[in-house]
């Protein structure tokens, strides 16, 4: 209820049945920055999870995630101010029936041997004999 149709992830210890309160690792190959997503399916008012952020590989702070008890209204959670997140943990979920989670939105930070490359092959044709032609 809440989440774009027809994926939503749940993480429950036994995925048949509820609650759906197991911990959540999200790890990343290549940083991310603009990190968002929606958590769906809250029960319960106040504090019902955590997340640690992790960033350029270190532990960076913990966000609470706040309940408002409308199972079908999501809880928009709102990263974008942290730059290259290399890693989540939604953890502590005491959320009566548990929670899941929809619409992650994230940019992949390029690696730094990437933009060498752009840049080096941009260079190259700037600079290339063929490049710059003298008018006669």
């Known amino acids: 209820v809440g989440g774009s149709n027809p994926n939503t992830l749940t993480a429950g210890f036994d995925p048949s049945a509820f609650p759906y309160d197991a911990d959540v690792f999200v ?7 603009e990190f968002s997503f929606n958590v769906l399916s ?3 008012s106040g504090n ?7 960033t350029a590989g270190s532990f960076d702070t913990t966000v609470l995630v706040i309940g408002d008890g409308d ?3 999501p809880i928009p959670i709102d990263l974008t ?6 890693r989540l943990e939604i953890f502590e ?18 690696e730094p041997t990437s933009l060498v490359l752009v840049i080096t092959l941009g260079l190259a044709l700037v600079c290339s004999p063929g490049a710059i032609r003298k008018r006669v």
Not at 27 to 33: E, K, L, M, S
Not at 48 to 54: G, L, P, V
Not at 81 to 86: A, L, P, R
């Open 93 to 110: 979920i005491t959320d009566t029936f548990g929670l899941s989670y929809d619409d992650f939105g994230f940019n992949v930070v390029p």
């Open 27 to 33: 790890d990343f190959t290549n940083p991310v920055n």
């Open 42 to 44: 809250d029960n319960d």
């Open 81 to 86: 101010s942290y730059v290259d997140i290399t």
């Open 71 to 73: 199972f079908s209204t």
């Open 48 to 54: 019902i999870a955590k997340i640690n952020i992790f």
